[in-house]
Nanobody, 121 residues
């Protein structure tokens, strides 16, 4: 599975950004997908995830109420709408995917290259 993320950039505090990620592999199977982030000098942390059937979504405590993850219908493309951004949201954001053998967010799972989000105060 290859993951291609886009949408990072520089925004002022209180602003919004939208990240997108597409997972590609042959076949029509849908995967659980999500986002993680890593700020300088910090460990990677969970941001949001969405089940393969889009029926369930999950959020990290730091982004609840501000970020929304969604999936384009029937596709392995997920979007992360980030509103009311704060300087502490500054990080490299990584798209992730999983399947039955390779858990989402694990070392065995699938990871994108990362996209930088910078929030200025």
């Amino acid at each position: 599975v290859q993951l291609q993320a886009s949408g990072g950039g520089l925004v002022q505090a209180g602003g919004s950004l939208r990240l997108s990620c597409t997972a590609s592999r042959g076949g029509t199977a849908l995967y659980p997908m999500g986002w993680y982030r890593q700020a300088p000098g910090k460990e990677r942390e969970f941001v949001a995830a969405i089940a393969y059937d889009s029926d369930r979504t999950f959020y990290g405590d730091n982004v609840k109420g501000r970020f929304t993850i969604s999936r384009e219908y029937g596709k392995n493309t997920v979007n992360l709408q980030m509103n009311n951004l704060k300087p502490e949201d500054t990080a490299v954001y990584y798209c992730a995917a999983g399947d039955a053998e390779n858990g989402l967010g694990t070392a065995q799972g699938y990871w994108g290259q990362g996209t930088l989000v910078t929030v200025s105060s």
